[in-house]
């Protein structure tokens, strides 16, 4: 059911469409010699790959943000050599529902990725500034939450509330794991709870939403922040476009469920391309910070 919803996302995106499953875990084409050129599957550009990774993988033909798998994007962020232990990394998935080669599954992305599970999280510096930072990475099971994920988030959030640091997550995923069913849900409701807690105490939390954050992610933490950041053309949604189209009998805008769309109905605060990541965190962390303080 999962890889349906998938299938029609798919077919909509007016920003030239990502295919999650082609695009997401590698992104070499086959024309091009593999791993040395990488042409862009939007607008044609070839770029050396070398060139795309100083560019942070932005296009610079069309400025389509592809994919930055989480340790690079801690590096395209973080001070220098800050962020020096990973928070649970340790933490591996078990098979709770016994779930047909799940195992196999999630040992496949382990040596594909070199990580644990689909996110990590850990304290660094962001220009000079303490945070804790959690990163999803969508090349691991598309990003998916089950259990680990879950608990790493919850755990990095309670560090920030203990550290009282802000916190700053940013988010690529297909939504919950189906291979741990209801066990994977209730991490929406932890999650949650524990970013209430993180609200009593008047921490900052942004929450930066990438391509794509869909399903029970888009429903619980990363639509939680404080202040809500989104990279352009990122696909953001619960549902798929179908699925909504059939149930309130009504046609849907094309950019519908785009960051562009959802920032103009009021439900992003800001939409940031990457080259600007680093500052804007920078400065509102700072403002914030500089509040604290006072
Ligand atoms: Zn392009």
Redesign the pocket.
Known sequence: MLKDLFGKKRKFATV?SVSMTQEVPTVEPKEVPEGLMHK??????IHYSKDLEKNLRV??????HFPLSSPERVQSLLDNGSFTEEFDANLISDNPLNFPGYEDKLEQDRSKTNLNEAVITGEGLLQGMPVVLGVMDSRFRMGSMGAVVGEKITRAIERAIERKLPFILFSASGGARMQEGMISLMQMAKTSAALAQMENERLLFISVLTHPTTGGVSASFASLGDINIAEPGAQIGFAGRRIIEQTIRQELPKDFQTAEFLLKHGQLDMVVHRKDMRDTLGTLVALHTHREGE
Do not use: A
Not at 40 to 45: D, E, K, M, V
């Open positions: 030239p862009c599957s939007h607008c044609g550009t296009c610079k033909g069309c400025q389509h």
